[in-house]
């Protein structure tokens, strides 16, 4: 009954995936469409259709499937059509592009829009990011240059960009298993829920987004430190790959406390946290340093980050809390202008919950130095509370941003997907994401704003309550007591 149900899920999301390719051929994110009004009825309906495939074969086998072979196979299966799907979901590789094209032309993508370098391909970029620098890090805008150099067209560029992605999913692929048994999770359950999401296959695969790239170098990064704790040369090795990450995208930085705590070999004290970790550090900022100084481009993308926020959408949670006390004020006849407020508290919070997630983590891994167990279990208990400790903080990170796209459930997900026992709390929001873009990149949150924000605030001032009624449980998603 149960190699029934996994081959029934198998051809569910097989047919799911191919009607996802369908609906992008009738209505995807298509080159110079960025100012249509939308993908018709028939694309819709099989995104529609096909999503809930997906979402519905993913979901059945949550807690695992067959064996990890058998998830590797299906889920490349599924990955297929997406190969020859146009963009779908968004209409961000364009961006990519133009970026690349501006850069290899001369032009310091930090400093002016795609519009203002004279992209020969603007008509695609989405109006809202034509006149933005580039929130991305040298790496990747080094590697989106390579692509439009070497693409010399918008097809061919498009086509590098993807391989590009999809050699990142790939990467992540090859580092799940020895994550998984490092820290004592299944790899056919950690298999199926990092690489079987609709969101690998849709976003990061079809729609090429650099978060693949992302994922792939994070995992690569951990999986080096897990590996060889306490040894200096893969701990370098480990700097530079997690240093490529946070030069492709700055997301990475809140991994690296915890990838510190991961390079510590032997007990647990402040001596041991600055040798090895320093090797570490070293590593990452050699990386950014050479990276910026190759590129020539120095540290513009820090202060390019903060116009990453220009979009305002409830499902940001610090977004929606701002729209509610905005929609109060104007009740009373005051002026609206929460929304900054809130993000910006959303912020100070998020480094107070990073913070406070290391904080755990150190005196966890403190008192695991005096636990008597044999060696396997004791390695694998320290590796989770890492892992774990990493994945919270990308979730936080995702749920405190000051814009959430379906696409950054990717980053936790990868994560949390090797080390947490409890899973539905992390696949379910997962898969609601899937549901928030049609297939040319409109957003399904434009329509319901107010009712979104309400909902959303709502749903925060209930966990909220909770969590103080039952109080904060230390590690309660580790796969073993320790």
């Given at each position: 009954?149960?190699v029934?149900?996994?081959?029934?899920?198998?051809v569910?999301?097989l047919?799911?995936?191919v009607?996802?390719t369908?609906?992008g051929?009738?209505?995807g994110a298509?080159?110079g469409?960025?100012?249509?009004?939308?993908?018709?009825?028939?694309?819709?309906?099989?995104?529609a259709?096909?999503?809930?495939?997906?979402?519905?074969?993913w979901?059945?086998?949550?807690?695992?499937?067959?064996?990890?072979?058998?998830a590797?196979?299906?889920a490349?299966?599924w990955?297929?059509?997406?190969?020859?799907?146009?963009?779908l979901?968004?209409?961000?590789v364009?961006?990519?592009?133009?970026q690349?094209?501006?850069y290899?032309?001369?032009?310091?993508?930090?400093?002016?829009g795609?519009?203002a370098?004279g992209?020969?391909?603007?008509?695609?970029?989405a109006p809202l990011?034509?006149?933005?620098?580039a929130?991305?890090?040298p790496?990747?805008?080094?590697?989106?240059a390579l692509?439009?150099?070497?693409?010399?067209?918008?097809?061919?560029?498009l086509?590098?960009?993807?391989?590009?992605a999809?050699a990142g999913v790939?990467?992540?692929?090859?580092?799940?298993?020895?994550?998984?048994?490092a820290?004592?999770?299944?790899?056919?359950?950690?298999?199926?829920?990092a690489l079987?999401?609709?969101?690998?296959?849709?976003?990061?695969v079809a729609?090429?987004h650099?978060?693949?790239?992302l994922v792939?170098?994070?995992?690569?990064?951990?999986?080096?430190l897990?590996?060889?704790?306490?040894?200096?040369r893969?701990?370098l090795?480990a700097?530079v790959?997690l240093?490529?990450?946070?030069a492709?995208?700055a997301t990475?930085?809140?991994?690296?406390p915890?990838a510190?705590?991961?390079a510590?070999?032997?007990?647990?004290?402040?001596?041991?946290?600055?040798?090895?970790?320093g090797?570490?550090?070293a590593?990452?900022?050699?990386t950014?340093?050479?990276?910026?100084?190759?590129s020539g481009?120095g540290?513009g993308?820090?202060?390019?980050l903060?116009?990453?926020?220009?979009?305002e959408?409830?499902?940001s949670?610090p977004?929606?809390?701002?729209?509610v006390i905005?929609?109060g004020?104007?009740s009373?006849?005051?002026?609206?202008?929460?929304?900054?407020v809130t993000?910006?508290?959303a912020?100070?919070l998020l480094?107070?919950?990073?913070?406070?997630?290391?904080?755990?983590?150190?005196r966890s891994?403190r008192?695991l130095?005096?636990?008597r167990?044999?060696?396997?279990?004791?390695?694998a208990?320290?590796?989770?509370v890492?892992l774990?400790g990493?994945?919270l903080?990308?979730?936080?990170?995702?749920?405190?941003?000051?814009?959430?796209?379906?696409?950054?459930?990717?980053?936790p997900?990868a994560?949390?997907?090797?080390?947490?026992t409890?899973?539905?709390?992390?696949?379910l929001?997962?898969?609601l994401?899937?549901?928030?873009?049609l297939?040319d990149g409109?957003?399904?949150?434009?329509?319901?704003k107010?009712?979104?924000?309400?909902?959303?605030t709502?749903l925060?001032?209930?966990?909220?309550?909770?969590?103080?009624?039952?109080?904060?449980?230390?590690?309660p998603?580790?796969?073993?007591?320790?």
């Open positions: 009954m149960q029934r149900h996994a081959r029934v899920a198998r569910a999301g047919v799911g995936a009607l996802l369908v609906a051929w009738l209505g298509l080159p469409t960025a100012a249509d009004q939308g993908a018709g009825w028939e694309a819709v309906a099989a995104w259709i096909g999503t809930t495939l997906m979402v519905g074969a979901w059945a086998l949550r807690a695992g499937a067959p064996s990890t072979g058998w590797y196979r299906t490349g299966l990955l297929l059509p997406l190969l020859f799907a146009p963009p979901g968004s209409r961000d364009y961006s990519y592009a133009c690349g094209w501006a290899a032309a001369g032009h310091d993508p930090y400093a002016v795609v519009a370098a992209c020969p391909w603007l008509d695609s970029v990011w034509r006149d933005t620098p929130p991305y890090g790496v990747f805008l080094l590697v989106a692509a439009a150099t070497l693409g010399g067209g918008l097809v061919g560029t086509v590098l960009l993807r391989l590009f999809v790939l990467l992540a692929a090859l580092c799940l298993p020895g994550l998984a048994r820290a004592g999770v299944p790899t056919r359950r950690a298999a199926w829920l079987a999401t609709p969101l690998v296959g849709v976003h990061l729609g090429a650099n978060d693949a790239l792939g170098l994070l995992t690569l990064g951990l999986l080096v897990v590996r060889y704790p306490g040894k200096p893969p701990l090795v700097g790959v240093g490529l990450a946070v492709v995208k990475a930085l809140v991994v690296l915890f510190a705590l991961a510590v070999l032997g007990r647990y004290t402040v001596r041991a946290l600055l040798r090895d970790a090797w570490l550090a590593g990452v900022l050699a950014l340093g050479v990276t910026s100084l190759v481009l540290l993308w820090v202060p390019a903060t116009r990453s926020g220009d979009s959408q409830w499902t949670p977004t929606a809390v701002g729209f905005d929609y004020l104007e009373v006849g005051r002026t609206a202008g929460a929304v900054p993000r910006f508290v912020l100070l480094a107070a919950v990073v913070a406070g997630l290391w904080w755990w983590a150190w891994l008192r130095g005096g636990v167990q044999r060696v396997h279990r004791l390695t208990a320290r590796i989770r890492s774990l990493a994945g903080a990308l979730a936080a990170t995702v749920a405190l941003a000051p814009v959430f796209y379906p696409w950054y459930a990717t980053w997900l994560v949390l997907a090797v080390v947490a409890r899973t539905t709390w992390f696949v929001p997962g898969a994401a899937c549901f928030l873009t297939p409109t957003s399904l949150a434009r329509f319901a107010a009712p979104g924000a309400i909902v959303m709502a925060i001032v209930a966990a909220a309550l909770i969590a103080t009624r039952r109080g904060v449980r230390k590690g998603f580790l796969t073993h007591t320790v």
